[in-house]
């Protein structure tokens, strides 16, 4: 997990460049279906959550989407367009 607060390609930032290198991976040991989720909301104790899980083909990229918390709303709506549109499940 990335803190909060950590820009994109910063020094502290523990994520690899390559924004699929941790699913390469995975291919490479015949992994083929991978899942990415996320979720927002205060937990089952503050309030309610919602969880989301999506898959893509293998080998494809959605440039932008990171964790939907560190997105103004105006570009988590055109990614979530183009993620429904390329979403293989």
Do not use: H, N
């Not at 607060?5 to 690899?16: A, E, K, L, M």
Request: some cysteine; aromatic content about 4%.
């Amino acid at each position: 997990m990335v803190p909060r607060g950590t820009p994109p390609g910063s020094s502290d930032d523990p994520r690899p460049p390559d924004p699929l290198a941790y699913e390469r991976g995975f291919w490479g040991r015949g992994v083929s279906t991978i899942a990415g989720v996320d979720e927002v909301g205060r937990g089952p104790l503050a309030g309610p959550v919602v969880a989301c899980a999506v898959v893509l083909e293998p080998g494809v990229a959605i440039e932008g989407a990171t964790d939907s918390k560190a997105l103004d709303s105006r570009r988590r709506r055109v990614l979530a367009a183009a993620i429904r549109q390329r979403a293989a499940a």
